[in-house]
């Protein structure tokens, strides 16, 4: 099966908010990477096509030909629990350092680790497989989950991903 990843485009929310699962708007440079990101998946066909159910996901998955998406609430971002639409640098949370430390563990208060993100996109994956004639899917989806989709079913490390994060608009090929 190959799973064909889809970031959504930029946001628009100012860069060191924690906006994970909030329901964000896109930035107005929308139309022209929503553009180019249609012509580059215009190579592929679909056999389903999945995503997460915030509005910036959807939105390009509309404007890419694909009115219907199935939505799951496993492809959402990670939730950064009490800490989501807060600057990291306003957190007082003495959690905030634990997280720092080993945010592929530890979770803020109320949210979600890495690996919690990572076990509910593996779980969507595994019901993908038994899916009969699912040979070619698109995944309109979010950062944390093709950082993920890198590392569980990519070959990757986290250490190498997070050095050269997936930027809005990327469309990343993993066959599984």
């Not at 964000?24 to 190579?43: C, G, H, W, Y």
């Amino acid at each position: 099966m190959r799973l064909v990843l889809i970031r959504h485009t930029s946001v628009a929310v100012p860069r060191g908010i924690c906006y994970g699962q909030t329901d964000v708007p896109l930035a107005d440079s929308f139309p022209d990477e929503a553009t180019m990101v249609k012509q580059r998946l215009s190579r592929y066909h679909f056999d389903c096509v999945y995503s997460s159910p915030l509005s910036r996901c959807v939105k390009l998955a509309r404007f890419c030909g694909y009115s219907n998406p199935v939505t799951d609430p496993r492809l959402l971002e990670i939730n950064f629990g009490e800490w989501e639409m807060k600057r990291y640098d306003e957190i007082t949370d003495p959690k905030l350092q634990q997280w720092y430390d080993d945010y592929i563990n530890v979770a803020p208060p109320g949210g979600e680790s890495v690996m919690d993100q990572r076990k509910r996109f593996l779980a969507f994956i595994d019901d993908m497989k038994r899916v009969p004639g699912n040979e070619c899917i698109g995944i309109f989806t979010h950062g944390g989950i093709l950082i993920n989709a890198l590392v569980a079913l990519g070959g990757k490390s986290y250490a190498q991903v997070y050095e050269d994060i997936p930027p809005y608009g990327s469309i990343i090929e993993i066959d599984i």
